[in-house]
């Protein structure tokens, strides 16, 4: 079989984030997150887990930096712990926090990695939360200055940044479904910090262009793979209605400068209104999206459903998560953005999520599902690539596995095993194949 070549410079590497992995979370002066309150909140999380030690990557980041380099990742993407570097959010900030983070980057350039820094994973200051969390006009200055704070800090080093992770499933999952912190049911409120989370992310990239000359920004999003149900024109703009939702809620009003027409159809005046001001600032020019996908969902239209859309259960193999293995769905979501917004972009999250997957006689993890995971969501990537589609760069979830957050320690993403008890870390079979991929620069 011929090997599918990836263009020179193709960035290869993994993804994590801090609260999931880096425990340790109130060390040396940090302050409380929402998920450090969520996860002691009894009955919340699988097991009644949290991130107080997870991977331990706070005192094991020089270890996990020389694994990553053994494995032959030439990039990295990790997030920073707002409170780690302002304890209340605002105003003093954590001397020993900055320098954490300022050790790791100097660490993985020494080890030939490319940092790529996601400044907002979900941890949110708690006592911003306090202070109304992503309701409250003001959090947009205050995260402006935070990340302002870590571009001085690394944007000399540091040249790709991301401001958000995510956003619908903070806002959606965490306050108005409340399986995620900070564990609300506010739908108005929801769509409220949504917009204050566009004026964050609006006014960090003004500075970010004052303070990191050269350097690239911008912003990722989960995606799914909204396929209609069947060739019924309702069960497409049924689909069409939860793209909206879901794939297009943040970044049309960044790329396009408007929220999606079906969004402001289904939600009217609860969705905030976009005046000039907000306008100019959401379309701070940004230089790439980036694309967490991991499934599909097939959509049909249902009077009665939210959106008035039902989401079938597709008929496939699925993981451990019951998530659709579908690979198909990358490359659809990859066209859909492209055509849509035009812009370079990158996979910043895919993989696959299964029990325990404990090493063999041979001390081997055999996670032949995963690697075949991989391997078929590379294959849509190397396509749409031929398609003429600016695909940088595919980091795959998760460099190990970590706190799973409403899943707590019982779902495992990781190409490197992490035993909870003792610590040890184990590339798996697909962390083997993967460094062959990321040698070759092909499959």
Same mark, same amino acid.
């Given at each position: 079989?011929?090997?599918?070549?990836?263009?020179?410079?193709?960035?290869?590497? +993994?993804?994590?984030?801090?609260?999931?992995?880096?425990?340790?979370?109130?060390?040396?002066?940090?302050?409380?997150?929402?998920?450090?309150?969520?996860?002691?909140?009894?009955?919340?999380?699988?097991?009644?887990?949290?991130?107080?030690?997870?991977?331990?990557?706070?005192?094991?980041?020089?270890?996990?930096?020389?694994?990553?380099?053994?494995?032959?990742?030439?990039?990295?993407?990790?997030?920073?712990?707002?409170?780690?570097?302002?304890?209340?959010?605002?105003?003093?900030?954590?001397?020993?926090?900055?320098?954490?983070?300022?050790?790791?980057?100097?660490?993985?350039? /020494?080890?030939?990695?490319?940092?790529?820094?996601?400044?907002?994973?979900?941890?949110?200051?708690?006592?911003?939360?306090?202070?109304?969390?992503? +309701?409250?006009?003001?959090?947009?200055?205050?995260?402006?200055?935070?990340?302002?704070?870590?571009?001085?800090?690394?944007?000399?080093?540091?040249?790709?940044?991301?401001?958000?992770?995510?956003?619908?499933?903070?806002?959606?999952?965490?306050?108005?479904?409340?399986?995620?912190?900070?564990?609300?049911?506010?739908?108005?409120?929801?769509?409220?910090?949504?917009?204050?989370?566009?004026?964050?992310?609006?006014?960090?990239?003004?500075?970010?262009?004052?303070?990191?000359?050269?350097?690239?920004?911008?912003?990722?999003?989960?995606?799914?793979?909204?396929?209609?149900?069947?060739?019924?024109?309702?069960?497409?703009?049924?689909?069409?209605?939860?793209?909206?939702?879901?794939?297009?809620?943040?970044?049309?009003?960044?790329?396009?400068?408007?929220?999606?027409?079906?969004?402001?159809?289904?939600?009217?005046?609860?969705?905030?209104?976009?005046?000039?001001?907000?306008?100019?600032?959401?379309?701070?020019?940004?230089?790439?999206?980036?694309?967490?996908?991991?499934?599909?969902?097939?959509?049909?239209?249902?009077?009665?459903?939210?959106?008035?859309?039902?989401?079938?259960?597709?008929?496939?193999?699925?993981?451990?998560?019951?998530?659709?293995?579908?690979?198909?769905?990358?490359?659809?979501?990859?066209?859909?953005?492209? /055509?849509?917004?035009?812009?370079?972009?990158?996979?910043?999250?895919?993989?696959?999520?299964? /029990?325990?997957?404990?090493?063999?006689?041979?001390?081997?993890?055999?996670?032949?599902?995963?690697?075949?995971?991989?391997?078929?969501?590379?294959?849509?990537?190397?396509?749409?690539?031929?398609?003429?589609?600016?695909?940088?760069?595919?980091?795959?979830?998760?460099?190990?596995?970590?706190? /799973?957050?409403?899943?707590?320690?019982?779902?495992?993403?990781?190409?490197?095993?992490?035993?909870?008890?003792?610590?040890?870390?184990?590339?798996?079979?697909?962390?083997?194949?993967?460094?062959?991929?990321?040698?070759?620069?092909?499959?």
């Amino acid at each position: 079989m011929p090997v599918l070549r990836f263009p020179n410079g193709f960035l290869w590497g +993994s993804a994590t984030a801090s609260y999931q992995i880096e425990g340790s979370p109130l060390a040396d002066g940090a302050g409380a997150s929402i998920w450090h309150t969520f996860s002691h909140t009894p009955g919340v999380i699988a097991g009644n887990d949290n991130g107080d030690v997870a991977c331990d990557h706070y005192r094991r980041w020089k270890s996990d930096v020389a694994l990553m380099r053994e494995l032959g990742h030439r990039a990295y993407r990790f997030s920073v712990s707002w409170p780690r570097i302002f304890p209340d959010g605002h105003g003093r900030t954590n001397p020993a926090g900055i320098a954490f983070y300022d050790r790791l980057v100097d660490g993985l350039l /020494e080890a030939g990695i490319e940092p790529m820094i996601t400044l907002y994973h979900w941890d949110l200051p708690q006592k911003l939360q306090d202070e109304g969390g992503w +309701s409250n006009p003001q959090i947009a200055r205050h995260y402006a200055d935070y990340a302002a704070t870590m571009f001085d800090a690394c944007g000399d080093r540091v040249k790709k940044w991301i401001t958000f992770n995510e956003p619908w499933v903070f806002h959606w999952v965490g306050s108005v479904l409340g399986i995620h912190a900070p564990g609300h049911h506010d739908m108005a409120g929801a769509f409220l910090g949504g917009h204050h989370t566009l004026r964050a992310h609006g006014l960090a990239v003004q500075r970010f262009r004052d303070q990191v000359p050269g350097g690239e920004i911008g912003i990722t999003v989960s995606v799914q793979a909204h396929v209609p149900a069947s060739d019924d024109l309702l069960d497409e703009e049924a689909a069409a209605r939860a793209r909206a939702f879901n794939n297009e809620w943040f970044v049309d009003p960044i790329v396009l400068g408007e929220y999606p027409a079906a969004l402001r159809e289904q939600f009217g005046t609860m969705l905030p209104e976009i005046d000039d001001d907000d306008r100019a600032l959401f379309q701070a020019p940004i230089d790439f999206l980036g694309i967490n996908y991991y499934t599909r969902n097939l959509e049909r239209h249902d009077e009665q459903g939210f959106l008035q859309v039902a989401t079938e259960r597709a008929i496939g193999v699925h993981t451990a998560m019951d998530w659709e293995i579908y690979p198909a769905g990358l490359y659809r979501v990859l066209h859909e953005f492209h /055509e849509r917004y035009r812009l370079p972009l990158y996979v910043t999250e895919n993989g696959a999520g299964y /029990e325990d997957e404990t090493p063999g006689p041979d001390g081997r993890v055999n996670d032949r599902e995963r690697l075949r995971y991989i391997q078929s969501h590379l294959e849509m990537c190397h396509r749409a690539i031929s398609d003429g589609i600016d695909l940088r760069g595919y980091l795959v979830w998760s460099l190990m596995d970590n706190f /799973e957050w409403g899943f707590g320690y019982a779902k495992r993403f990781g190409i490197v095993r992490c035993d909870f008890e003792t610590l040890a870390r184990t590339p798996k079979a697909s962390a083997l194949w993967y460094r062959r991929v990321i040698e070759e620069n092909g499959i």
